[in-house]
């Protein structure tokens, strides 16, 4: 771990614990700041804030002190997850102290280079491919970030034998100012977190941090058929590799319907290729670039990529039974997810949908109903969803009460040849506390139905 000599003996505020604030209040102490972490929820339930007390850290709970800022602080350090709409946050800006992301202490204090992920669909996949591919060789990568491994734990005890593969979201990428990957990569960008963000170019700008500090000595990989992630590729300083699925080109890594190519050369057949769709195809051809970048060998790509069913609740592969096969694909919490999942079937769906009616559109699903032969849904949104799915012409649409209904429903609706998929369109907060609860209870109904 390298020492940061910005926060020897300066007095440093942590807003917000979990998993990475508590981390983050840890590394920092250790590195000689006088840490005081602030928590909004009560010392007594709180046991992250009990650990670090024990520790010697001051704590101050249960609320946000309007005069915590009086104490003089040189750095903030925050959760993603508090808005930056926080007055303690406000005023910190308007007095000019730093307000870091936690992955901004990761990148400073690590001895070991920084794969970067970013995007609004496809990160964690990528982030995961391309670690599986680098773990076939010499390379010790290690995985962190949004994916669910506190960033600065991992670079703390990371070395310069290390590779550090990084899955960055728009709120950890916002509270960054040093950050600069060695290789980076942009998968697309589309409305959404609009709730945090002032507006969408706020939104889009964070995502840019993940290259904008990169230079001639960097990679930064990007899709090469979004316009809107074109016009920021422009503005890196970085080595560019575009990728592109709808067609061969001479530059970058590109696919035809048969092949996947590097620089026009072909590098691999496409049948190898075990994830399915056109969202995925992005995903692996990102993936591809940013291990051949690293030395990795193809051979090691390649079997990963014959071997790999997709990260769970993402168009997770399940089994297969007397002909049919299942898929959880539980994260699709919107329209445009499921789209990806239906676009990468070519067999009939019958597709499991519904959840909370955020009032999103279903028209994005409309090109890709050709071949659901099956709608059964549940939620809030199954009264729309019937009236969508009749609009349609779906030659089978059925309203249950829960999940647990439609999969047996699915199961009795489907044929040999067919895939019953679950691509909700919606998030699960009517019944579930998290789309991961929604897709593990498919799971364990499907494999004791089959």
Known sequence: MKQLPIVHHKKVLVLGLAKSGTAAAEILHDLGAFVTVNDAKPFDQNENAQYLLSKGLTVICGSHPEDLLDEGFSLIVKNPGIPYTNSVIKEAKRRGIPVWTEVELAYRISDAPMIGITGSNGKTTTTTLIFEMLNGGEKHPLIAGNIGTVASSVAKEATNDNTIVMELSSFQLMGTEQLKPKIALLMNLYEAHLDYHADFQEYTDAKFNITKRQDESD???????????????????????????????????????????????????????????????????????????????????????????????????????????????????????????????????????????????????????????????????????????????????????????????????????????????????????????????????????T
Request: proline share 2%; charged share 25%.
């Open 219 to 449: 990679w930064f990989i990007y899709n090469g058929e979004q316009q809107i992630v074109i016009d920021y590729a422009k503005k890196s300083k970085a080595k560019k590799v575009p990728f592109y699925v709808s067609q061969k080109t001479e530059d970058g890594i590109s696919a035809d319907n048969q092949f996947v190519y590097w620089n026009g050369e072909k590098l691999y057949d496409r049948a190898i290729i075990a994830l399915r769709g056109k969202h995925n195809l992005e995903n692996v051809l990102a993936a591809t670039a940013a291990a051949l970048l690293m030395g990795c060998s193809l051979e090691n790509i390649t079997e990963v990529l014959s071997s790999f069913h997709g990260v769970k609740h993402r168009t997770q592969f399940i089994r297969e039974w007397k002909n049919r096969k299942f898929y959880n694909d539980s994260k699709a919490t919107n329209a445009l997810a499921t789209k990806s999942a239906l676009e990468g079937f070519s067999e009939p769906i019958i597709l499991i949908a519904g959840g909370v009616d955020r009032g999103h559109s279903f028209d994005e699903l409309i090109p890709y109903l050709h071949n659901v032969k099956a709608l059964i849904h549940y939620g809030e949104t199954a009264e729309r969803f019937q009236k969508f799915g009749e609009q349609h012409s779906i030659p089978l649409v059925l309203r249950v009460s829960n999940l647990t209904e439609a999969i047996e429903e699915g199961v009795k609706a489907s044929n040999e040849g067919d895939i019953v998929l679950l691509s909700p369109a919606c998030a699960s907060w009517d019944q579930y506390a998290s789309f991961e609860l929604r897709g593990d209870e498919f799971i364990e109904k499907v494999l004791a139905l």
